[in-house]
């Protein structure tokens, strides 16, 4: 029976609430329970891959080679210094993708085929998404089983959680049956600290 990891989309539409550092700290954590974990950078903004010690700048190839179908997924992952944990890197390159997957066949399951062969390697793959609902994190979104949330602690964070609710519920109905929301994880949390009372 082939092997198949657990695969974890960690989403949010908005930027800036901590979904790289999410990402890279739960896969870093995983590690140490003796798993063999891939990350996969999908934001053109390439934070992940900066954050493993790697330069976005100086790939000879990133992800976007692999979803516009130039090259294999096993040719361009890299090995970070921690042990067990590999990456998917990305760079600036993947801001094309949106727009050329529009009219690519079968464009919601690039991602899924791109990973087809590298599942038996791994026991877990973290997928760090765009701060975007387009076809990037829909492709995530196919080929995940589950969806990590990061979100603010705060009011307004919660107006863009309705969309997201949205598109994974299309997403349930039209490609993945199986997908399902693992959780929110609140971030950046905000603690005031009065100033003592003089006597």
Same mark, same amino acid.
């Given at each position: 029976?082939? +092997? ?10 908005? &930027?800036?609430? &901590? $979904? ?10 995983? =590690?140490?329970?003796? $798993? $063999?974990?891939?990350? =996969? ?7 992940? %891959?900066?954050?493993? &010690? ?16 130039? =090259?294999? %997924?096993?040719?361009?992952?890299? +090995? %970070? ?6 990456? /998917? ?6 801001? &094309?993708?949106?727009?050329? /997957?529009? %009219? ?7 991602? !899924?085929?791109? /990973?087809?062969?590298? /599942? ?17 994190? =829909? ?5 995940? $089983? ?5 979100? !603010?602690?705060?009011y307004y964070a919660l107006e863009g959680l309705g969309q997201l609710l949205n598109t994974v519920r299309l997403v349930q109905q039209n490609l993945n049956k199986d997908l399902n929301i693992a959780g929110?994880?609140?971030t950046l949390s905000l603690i005031h600290i009065s100033e003592p009372t003089r006597p």
């Open positions: 029976m082939e +092997k198949r990891p657990k695969i974890i989309s960690v989403s949010n539409q908005k &930027g800036g609430v &901590g $979904k790289t550092t999410t990402t890279i700290n739960l896969a870093t954590a995983m =590690v140490s329970f003796n $798993k $063999k974990i891939l990350i =996969v950078d999908l934001d053109p903004q390439a934070n992940a %891959t900066t954050g493993l &010690g790697f330069s976005s700048r100086n790939l000879d190839f990133s992800i976007y080679d692999v979803l516009s179908q130039q =090259v294999t %997924t096993e040719q361009v992952i890299l +090995k %970070t210094q921690t042990s067990n944990l590999d990456l /998917l890197p990305s760079n600036i390159a993947l801001t &094309g993708a949106e727009i050329e /997957l529009v %009219t690519a066949f079968s464009r919601e399951q690039r991602l !899924q085929r791109a /990973l087809a062969n590298a /599942l038996e390697a791994y026991d877990i793959i973290l997928i760090d998404c765009p701060p975007a609902l387009g076809l990037l994190t =829909v492709n995530a979104f196919v080929v995940a $089983k589950e969806i990590l949330v990061p979100i !603010q602690c705060e929110i994880i609140m």
